[in-house]
T-cell receptor
């Protein structure tokens, strides 16, 4: 079974600084997707960024970028120029192509220090 | 973007009663809907997957007779918690996806907080 591990229950960063959230996963599949979701206090899940496993290039979305290391099964999220609105729970998630199911990590609570 | 709504957003009920939660895809047809449960400060745990017109597929350890899921149309799925007890108190989140591609994005509802007294 696929597992997703987030080893940092909590992280904090000064506003305008950069922070990296870690995620590792375990799979024997070759065709899959990885995601970072944000869950703010409203509890609405928001997709932050997506990475296709077959793509070598790391995905970027404005201030958000990932470091995808397929061989190491590592998928970290870098948030640049942190803003107060970035404060939330961040979940790493795994999706096996054709399986439909998302497997979530345990989450990292990110606090932004003004 | 695709919008998924849930109703109610929160509900309080007495132990032993049943509660129904609705999940609607507002601007797309959802061939598949998912129900998750989230305990405080924990991750989302998939409870079941439902396809329109078919019986739901429950994850291991989820009581299908307690958590009744109906996906009667391409825009509506319901989760009924039968004979609710305090341990059923949780945050329930649905998501919906469409299409038969190798990857179908799940769009999440805002969640329903259930408190059983």
């Amino acid at each position: 079974a696929q597992t997703v591990t987030q080893s940092q229950p909590e992280m904090s960063v000064q506003e305008a600084e950069t922070v990296t959230l870690s995620c590792t996963y375990d799979t024997s599949e070759s065709d899959y997707y990885l995601f970072w979701y944000k869950q703010p206090p409203s509890r609405q899940m928001i997709l932050v960024i997506r990475q296709e496993a077959y793509k070598q290039q790391n995905a970027t979305e404005n201030r958000f970028s990932v470091n995808f290391q397929k061989a190491a099964k590592s998928f970290s999220l870098k948030i640049s120029d942190s803003q107060l609105g970035d404060a939330a729970m961040y979940f790493c998630a795994y999706y096996r192509s054709g399986n439909e199911k998302l497997t979530f990590g345990t989450g990292t609570r990110l606090t932004i220090i003004p | 973007g695709a919008v998924v709504s849930q109703h109610p957003s929160w509900v309080i009920c007495k132990s032993g009663t049943s509660v129904k939660i609705e999940c609607r895809s507002l601007d797309f047809q959802a061939t598949t809907m998912f129900w998750y449960r989230q305990f405080p400060k924990q991750s989302l745990m998939l409870m079941a997957t439902s396809n329109e017109g078919s019986k739901a597929t429950y994850e291991q350890g989820v009581e299908k007779d307690k958590f009744l899921i109906n996906h009667a149309s391409l825009t509506l799925s319901t989760l009924t918690v039968t004979s609710a007890h305090p341990e059923d108190s949780s945050f329930y989140i649905c998501s919906a996806s469409s299409g038969l591609a190798s990857y179908n994005e799940q769009f999440f509802g805002p969640g329903t907080r259930l408190t059983v007294l």
